[in-house]
Nanobody, 126 residues
C-alpha cells in the first residue's frame, strides 16, 4: 500500500528553522510532482511549494526566499527547508503527490492520483 509519511514538525521560536521530510512508501515505479501544503486552524489549505519530476520548483509568494524544496528521486522523498519562520505559519503541513505509478500484486501497474500524507504539525512561538 502506498503511503506518504511526513516528519520533522515540532515547536520552534519565531525566526527559527525546520526541515520537513516526506517519504513515499510502498511499491512506487514513478512519481510526478511532489508538493507541500499547509492548513492553519480556521483557514483554508494553501500550497507552500512544489517540485515536478524535472526538478522545477514553485513557491508561494509568502515563502519565497525563506523556504526551499528538494527531492531525492531514488528515495521517493521530498524535503522542505524552512527558515525565518513566523508565528502565523503555525499549521499542519502535508505532503502531496499528484500522480504516481505503483504495482498491484493482482492487477499489475496502477496509477494513483491525489495522494496526501497525514501531515506534520508546526508551531512557531513568538
Amino acid at each position: 500500500q502506498v503511503q506518504l509519511v511526513e516528519s520533522g514538525g515540532g515547536l520552534v521560536q519565531a525566526g527559527g528553522s525546520l526541515r520537513l521530510s516526506c517519504a513515499a512508501s510502498g511499491i512506487i515505479l514513478n512519481i510526478k510532482a511532489m508538493a507541500w501544503y499547509r492548513q492553519a486552524p480556521g483557514k483554508q489549505r494553501e500550497l507552500v511549494a512544489s517540485m515536478n519530476s524535472g526538478g522545477r520548483a514553485k513557491f508561494a509568494d509568502f515563502v519565497k526566499g525563506r523556504f526551499t524544496i528538494s527531492r531525492d528521486y531514488a528515495k521517493r522523498a521530498a524535503y522542505l527547508e524552512m527558515r525565518n519562520l513566523r508565528p502565523e505559519e503555525s499549521a499542519d503541513y502535508c505532503c502531496y503527490v499528484d500522480w504516481l505509478l505503483t504495482r498491484d500484486q493482482v492487477c499489475g501497474e496502477k496509477e494513483l492520483f491525489d495522494i496526501w500524507g497525514q501531515g506534520t504539525q508546526i508551531a512557531v512561538s513568538s
